[in-house]
């Protein structure tokens, strides 16, 4: 079985994780998405490119989700999302790339 590459599935975590809160109106149950594709993508990251690699990652994911709450203020919330989860994918597949 193929596996999802952690560039898509951080991405998607991020994208997922916004509107699974925006449209059930439950903030926890996107945050419960968040954090099973961050989890998810923890794990992908760590098996690919080792501990620092992940560590820096995750802190990145975690720092996106936390920035885009600000940064949706001034572009709007779609477009605040879609610019971190494309930040992070970037960022993912810089530092993944190598381990393949």
Known sequence: MARI????????GLVGGYAVARWTRKRPLGGVALAA??????????RRSGK????GLTTAYVAAFAGSHPLARRIGAWPAVFTVAGTVAAASWAVT????
């Open 5 to 12: 590459p952690a560039t898509a599935v951080a991405a998607s």
């Open 37 to 46: 594709a961050g989890t998810a993508a923890a794990y992908e990251w760590n």
């Open 52 to 55: 620092r690699a992940a560590v």
């Open 97 to 100: 790339r190598r381990g393949a």
